[in-house]
């Protein structure tokens, strides 16, 4: 073979490789390429709109888990914070980034404003929970109406009214927001004088104060009176806090129960609510995955 020829065919060889290595690196560009797009593609997981800031209740978590578990567990779930608590959990909320969003006051249910006998005590402590309260940035405690005992319902509403004013300057100067709560007369809680969002708000009218509202139990008000997305969003001023459980039983809030609670949740969205939402209902299955589920829910 003459030394010419072996020349062409080392040439024609050479020029065979590099076209073989361009193809391939091309290949191998279009498969990254295409693993790219495809990773790209692949839904990941979604975080939570936030349109409804949610909280939770203690007897929404497994029994026996410790405060610093639900924390965590609070935290990974894209919740704000926990309802019901004192200055003593306080520090570890905190350290989670976590709020207590609604801190509790009083002298229990049945004890409250609507009695002037109990004026004295419920304006000490009520206005030393708003001071622990604004000195650790949250926003909300809670006080009640009491019990009627006989007492006829526009009695108790003057009362509370008297009394809540003793503390109104005092809640707008520290920007805390104090929230009487409704509850039903009808099963739960027997012979309690807020029982209906009307007498609420009328009081919170009379009050006068930004800072004092309503926390409004939507399984509760439910079970008194119904009507809860009209009554919701002809109140909304009035309202500074919300609890969610299922009705029948204050169960869970999924499709065994007779609330639709994604259309309640969409209500409050429309309404320009910008307070929190926190669950306040005893599961009867896996308590962590319907806590997820109630979240899910509620996130429209």
């Known amino acids: 073979m003459s030394h010419l020829s072996e020349q062409r ?23 990254l ?7 790209e593609e692949k839904p990941a997981a979604s975080p939570l709109k936030g349109r409804i800031k949610q909280g939770a209740c203690g007897g929404v978590f497994p029994k026996g888990l410790s405060f610093e578990d639900k924390c965590k567990l609070m935290k990974d779930l894209g919740l704000y914070g926990h309802d019901l608590l004192g200055p003593k959990e306080f520090d570890t909320l905190k350290k989670y980034g976590l709020l207590c969003t609604m801190v509790r006051s009083g002298l229990g249910i049945a004890k409250g404003f609507n009695r002037k006998e109990n004026h004295e005590a419920l304006v000490a402590s009520t206005k030393e929970a708003i001071e622990a309260t604004a000195a650790a940035g949250f926003p909300n405690i809670i006080v009640m109406s009491g019990n009627r005992e006989g007492m006829a319902d526009d009695v108790g509403q003057a009362n509370c009214v008297e009394g809540l004013k003793k503390i109104a300057a005092f809640a707008e100067e520290k920007k805390v927001n104090v929230c009487m709560e409704l509850l039903n007369s009808k099963r739960n809680h027997k012979d309690y004088m807020c029982d209906h969002t009307a007498w609420g708000a009328e009081m919170c009218k009379k009050v006068g104060s930004p800072r004092v509202k309503l926390l409004y ?11 809860v997305i009209a009554t919701i969003k002809e109140n909304i001023q009035y309202i500074g806090h919300f609890h969610t459980a299922g009705v029948p039983g204050r169960h869970e809030i999924d499709d065994s129960q007779e609330l639709y609670y994604p259309a309640i949740m969409r209500a409050i969205v429309d309404a320009k609510y910008d307070g929190y939402v926190s669950h306040e209902y005893s599961p009867t299955k896996d308590a962590i995955e319907s806590l997820k589920k109630s979240i899910a829910i509620c996130d429209v």
């Open 9 to 31: 065919r080392s040439s024609v060889s050479r020029r065979d490789l590099l076209k073989g290595v361009a193809g391939g690196a091309a290949l191998a560009a279009i498969g």
């Open 33 to 39: 390429s295409a693993r790219a797009a495809a990773a």
């Open 217 to 227: 139990d939507i399984y509760h008000m439910q079970v008194q009176e119904g009507d």
